[in-house]
């Protein structure tokens, strides 16, 4: 294939096929090291290393890192644990506190030169992350009531006249203890997919004005490359509202899992 190469890619419009990454190193297995299992690799050792930074030398008037980190826990912590599960919750506050800065981290990949994608936007990361809070949510109602009391609690709410058991019972536990983790991991996967295809939109749309014969159309791609700069900032909130979302929902469902009665 011959050519301007930027006219070339800018022939095809995005779909699905933005989202495939080819492998870095052939003879692995295939997806084991791409441009976005690299991303959660680091990713998680930027968290790891930055905690770590941050308390290594905790001081009475804290550094700007050692700041940043309180900051972050202290309102996963107060904001959202606290707020929602009660004193009770406090000692799930790290799971969340880690959840929330995985996630937020994963998002802001896409909107950072040369990684521009988010793992969030393969429906593989967010359904693992569905299925932690799954698995997390249960095991903690489950360790309080045993699990025949918090299979009831979960789906029969309290005051169900018994004629009503056979139209309330299976829409509960479909909604309780089948559906959250589906509707936790679409909600963030569709944000995410939806983010990273607006930006390639407006950004290859630019491209393709700016190489056109057309000199009107050579005026107005500016207009395309503004477009993409705004709907990067508005994806920075979209993905910070997301990892609020996922992290305060899983805590509501914590919530539940600990009340005595529903």
């Not at 019972?169 to 983790?181: M, T, W, Y």
Request: hydrophobic letters at 55%.
């Amino acid at each position: 294939m011959t050519g301007n190469p930027v006219v070339i890619a800018s022939e095809f419009p995005p779909g699905v096929d933005s989202f495939n990454f080819a492998d870095w190193i052939p003879g692995l297995p295939k997806g084991a090291l791409t441009t976005v299992t690299f991303i959660v690799f680091l990713g998680v050792g930027l968290i790891i290393l930055g905690f770590m930074l941050a308390y290594r030398n905790p001081k009475l008037v804290p550094t700007r890192g050692q700041w940043i980190a309180e900051s972050l826990y202290g309102f996963v912590r107060n904001g959202i644990v606290k707020d929602i599960i009660g004193p009770e919750g406090l000692r799930f506050a790290p799971y969340f506190a880690s959840l929330f800065s995985f996630i937020l981290l994963m998002n802001v990949f896409a909107i950072i030169p040369m990684f521009q994608i988010s793992p969030n936007s393969h429906i593989a990361f967010p359904a693992v992350l569905a299925m932690l809070s799954w698995f997390f949510y249960n095991w903690v109602g489950i360790r309080k009531h045993g699990f025949w009391k918090y299979i009831k609690n979960s789906c029969i709410p309290t005051g169900t006249p018994i004629g009503m058991y056979p139209i309330i019972v299976p829409i509960e536990f479909l909604s309780n203890l089948i559906l959250r983790p589906v509707t936790l991991a679409v909600r963030l996967f569709a944000n995410m997919f939806a983010g990273h295809m607006i930006l390639l939109v407006f950004i290859l749309g630019g491209v393709t004005l700016l190489n056109s014969e057309s000199i009107f159309l050579k005026a107005v791609s500016p207009v395309s490359f503004l477009m993409a700069i705004v709907m990067t900032f508005f994806e920075f909130f979209v993905q910070l509202l997301q990892a609020y979302v996922f992290t305060l929902l899983t805590a509501v469902y914590v919530q539940g899992s600990l009340a005595d009665e529903h």
